[in-house]
């Protein structure tokens, strides 16, 4: 089953949620390459993400990558604490662009 | 600043539940009636000294020796009844980092650590190194993917195996003889890398050492064994107080002639085989 994304602000916004693990990870890389691809500005929304392991966060870094590399905009939001120590240990927390929430973001603009 | 050994509590069903283990090599009984528990999130350290069974129980709990008798349990699963198939799943929630790495000397570091994920995943080529050089940044090899395993120092080599028992998530890590051979510094650095692992991944950790200060730092739990028995299980601090004189012996490294079984040695030095 693959995630959704919705349009918002001019950003393409893929909604993660449950376990990004082994089995849906694919799919999070492919909603979120598919977007970049299309030039799309990328906003991931994890406030749903109950457990995301190292292939989840592959597929983030794969796309933050990408988004750098062709000028595009690419952050998280809502990463909850378990995500977070998972970034942590990786010191991706430091690289990532993470926001409270996707209003967060979203409020101050495209 | 040092990470604290029980930053987490411990929750839920045992990951791994033995129960009345007992086991032999070559006829000789080398673990008898052992039973211990670990939790979700614990790190269950194992000691003894040389001789204690600990490597065996460590075997048995890997299904890689057959016990005489009593049972193993992981993830609730009695590891004794399981197929080919299902030893196959069950093992990809499973790392382990063996004494001597064990790393494959013909292929890189990087290579080793992407091994599990090529034999196990059909994950994007991509992803699978992305979460392979993660995993050496984690365990501060960030790099040296591209290192051969003859390459690297004893402390290096730990981590490269702590990094491909990793590499696909595992919920139970089995840890044989972290510090052994490293100098005090690299063992503590070791440690605390341990503790930030389980700390971030919530992961159950079996450690079998026979270095008193790493299992200390790092355990919630401790089983002393001793001639293939539980002398006690418990936390570092009753450990500590243990009144039992043989536990005591271990912490303080005293040393006591084992009574000896007289009919057993003679035994032993006279069954030669034309």
Redesign the interface.
């Known amino acids: 089953m693959g995630f959704p994304v919705e349009k918002k602000q001019g950003f393409s916004v893929v909604v993660l949620n449950g376990d990004v693990d082994l089995s849906r990870s694919p799919d999070a890389r492919r909603a979120i390459m598919k977007s970049l691809k299309k030039m799309h500005n990328v906003l991931v929304d994890m406030s749903a993400v109950d457990y995301i392991d190292s292939s989840g966060v592959a597929s983030l870094v794969e796309g933050f990558q990408y988004a750098r590399s062709n000028s595009l905009e690419f952050g998280l939001t809502g990463v909850s604490e378990a995500a977070m120590n998972v970034l942590r240990l990786a010191r991706l927390d430091q690289v990532f662009p993470i926001y409270a929430s996707l209003d967060e973001r979203l409020a101050t603009g495209a | 600043m040092a990470t604290m050994g029980a930053a987490i509590e411990p929750t839920g069903d045992p990951v791994v539940d033995v129960r009345n283990l007992s086991a032999t090599y070559t006829g000789r009984p080398v673990l008898e009636d052992v039973s211990l528990q670990v939790r979700q999130g614990e790190i269950m350290v194992i000691m003894g000294g040389s001789g204690s069974g600990k490597s065996t129980l460590l075997r048995c709990l890997l299904g890689l020796h057959r016990p005489r008798a009593g049972l193993v349990r992981l993830f609730g699963q009695d590891i004794g009844g399981l197929g080919t198939r299902q030893w196959a799943v069950l093992r990809k929630k499973m790392g382990v980092a063996f004494q001597g790495g064990a790393l494959f000397n013909s292929m890189s570091v990087g290579e080793n650590v992407c091994l599990p994920l090529r034999e196990h995943?059909r994950?994007?080529h991509?992803?699978?190194r992305?979460?392979s050089r993660?995993?050496l940044?984690?365990v501060n090899l960030g790099g040296f993917e591209h290192l051969m395993p003859a390459q690297l120092s004893g402390g290096m080599l730990k981590r490269a195996a702590l990094a491909r028992a990793l590499?696909?998530?595992p919920g139970l890590l089995f840890f044989d003889e972290p510090s052994a051979g490293l100098d005090t510094v690299v063992a503590a650095d070791l440690d605390e890398l341990i503790l930030?692992?389980r700390?971030?991944?919530?992961i159950s950790l079996v450690v079998v050492t026979h270095e008193l200060e790493s299992a200390f730092k790092i355990a919630d739990r401790i089983t002393v064994l001793d001639q293939g028995r539980i002398l006690m299980t418990g936390s570092v601090a009753e450990l500590r107080t243990s009144s039992i004189p043989r536990v005591q012996q271990l912490l303080t490294r005293t040393y006591e002639e084992q009574p000896l079984d007289t009919e057993a040695y003679l035994r032993r030095l006279t069954d030669i085989v034309d």
């Open positions: 995943t994950l994007d991509t992803t699978m992305i979460m993660m995993k940044e984690m590499v696909m998530d930030r692992i700390n971030a991944m919530q």
